[in-house]
């Protein structure tokens, strides 16, 4: 289609068997009920009035890229089924992508520079395999709402305008994973409403500022991983494990078609070589994702703070400590994140502390006050016992979990004191899991 002034397009149940390219001045642009065997490209346009597809779809391997333009009207989008939206850029007034029959289908949508973008852009009520979004965004208002997909990437994405994701769960496609990862991006004051990342098998999030990100009723019970998404640039790790095997693969076809090929001991040879370089990337890789993962609960700690989510706040201080934890290697610090973990789990469980401190400790201590200092003669017996002197022995168990109790153990100050300091950290370790819905 070429350039003609002020034109109108206005198709109907057409079934359109060539590329398009449109370009130049129009008044508007219509397609209704229309099918589309090839490329559609906009391409350094300007429309007057709307741009609409109505219950249009793009067959086979059919693409819909705008790639430049300015838009004084709507861009309304409402497609059944489509093999990839791509935006590289225009001035939009208001682009709207959603289909009111019922989900659009589409097997791509990706916004691969948002800074050749303004105005307002507004995706919804659609399937979509893979969603990309990247680039610097100073100029978009970026709302995506009711959408389900199986890879959402967000990569290098720097954000002054606050982009909202309302309602996004997992789409469940064969043999795939679905990953929800954010890599090298700042997203601002940006808000996730409603969004289930415990519907996806992955959420990454790696090198990436979320501090002021607002997180809103959103499904995060499985924890937040560090890896590098599917579908994003690899880094020195992935690049060398992906050698290793292309090789492999070839050495391994190689053999089985020339066994004696001596070209098969100088690729085992160059797989050594990278293995070794392999495991010392490995091991960094494997520092870097525990350092990534302790700085991504930090960063939602101070996230649920910053809206007054105490509880999600509290939530996060400890999967943060249990990071920490994790990476200590100073013996004193190690032991004291050990203690609070398996003791209160860094004050998120009321359980705990009645089976850390009492069940096993006090117990623990009071076996061996009994077996070393038995004033009153107690023995256990199953035949000789009575319930008087049980419950005699059970007040004195109870009785020594006091902190403040008159009564010191003669001759086991070590003993004593040990009680003492076990059963205030009992008390405190309770009263902290107690205030863990309160400020």
């Known amino acids: 289609m070429t350039e003609q002034k002020n034109r109108v397009i206005d198709l109907e149940d057409l079934l359109i068997e060539s590329p398009s390219l449109l370009f130049g001045h129009f008044h508007s642009i219509k397609f209704t009920r229309c099918k589309f065997k090839y490329d559609v490209t906009l391409y350094n346009i300007e429309v007057i009035e709307n741009v609409e597809f109505i219950d249009c779809?793009?067959?086979?391997?059919?693409?819909?890229?705008?790639?430049?333009?300015?838009?004084?009207?709507?861009?309304?989008?409402?497609?059944?089924?489509?093999?990839?939206?791509?935006?590289?850029?225009?001035?939009?007034?208001?682009?709207i992508l959603g289909y009111w029959g019922n989900f659009s289908s589409i097997k791509e949508v990706n916004i691969a520079n948002i800074s050749e973008c303004s105005g307002t852009i507004h995706l919804s009520r659609a399937m979509i395999e893979s969603v990309y979004i990247c680039g610097e965004n100073q100029n978009t208002f970026l709302t995506i709402q009711d959408i389900t997909a199986n890879l959402f990437n967000i990569s290098h994405l720097h954000t002054n305008i606050p982009i909202r994701l309302f309602n996004i769960k997992s789409l469940k496609v064969p043999e795939?994973?679905?990953?929800?990862?954010?890599?090298?991006?700042?997203?601002?004051?940006?808000?996730?409403?409603?969004?289930?990342?415990?519907?996806?098998?992955?959420?990454?999030?790696?090198?990436?500022?979320?501090g002021q990100t607002k997180f809103i009723t959103c499904h995060l019970k499985k924890g937040i991983g560090a890896q590098v998404g599917r579908g994003l640039s690899r880094n020195a790790y992935e690049q060398l494990k992906s050698e290793i095997e292309v090789i492999k693969n070839h050495a391994d076809a190689l053999r089985e078609k020339i066994p004696d090929d001596p070209s098969i001991s100088n690729m085992e040879a160059r797989i050594l070589e990278l293995s070794i370089g392999l495991k010392d990337l490995e091991n960094k890789e494997i520092r870097d994702i525990k350092m990534f993962r302790r700085e991504n609960y930090k960063q939602m700690k101070i996230s649920a703070q910053n809206i007054g989510d105490t509880v999600n706040e509290k939530r996060f201080h400890a999967m943060e400590m249990c990071e920490y934890l994790e990476m200590e290697t100073k013996c004193s610090d190690w032991l004291i994140l050990w203690l609070s973990k398996w003791s209160s789990n860094f004050g998120q469980s009321l359980f705990r502390p009645i089976v850390f401190h009492v069940i096993i400790i006090h117990l623990l201590l009071f076996s061996i006050y009994f077996c070393f200092s038995n004033p009153k003669g107690y023995y256990l017996s199953c035949t000789d016992g009575s319930w008087k002197v049980f419950w005699e022995g059970f007040s004195v168990f109870w009785f020594l979990i006091l902190p403040f109790r008159d009564l010191s153990l003669d001759n086991h100050g070590l003993l004593d004191l040990a009680f003492r300091v076990n059963s205030g950290f009992f008390i405190y370790n309770l009263l902290r899991a107690t205030r863990k819905f309160y400020q």
């Open 57 to 95: 779809s793009f067959l086979t391997k059919a693409k819909l890229i705008f790639e430049s333009g300015i838009f004084h009207g709507d861009v309304t989008l409402g497609i059944r089924e489509l093999q990839r939206l791509q935006i590289q850029g225009g001035n939009f007034k208001r682009f």
């Open 176 to 210: 795939k994973n679905s990953e929800f990862n954010v890599q090298h991006s700042t997203l601002g004051e940006s808000v996730f409403f409603g969004v289930d990342f415990d519907s996806f098998t992955q959420f990454n999030i790696r090198q990436s500022f979320i």
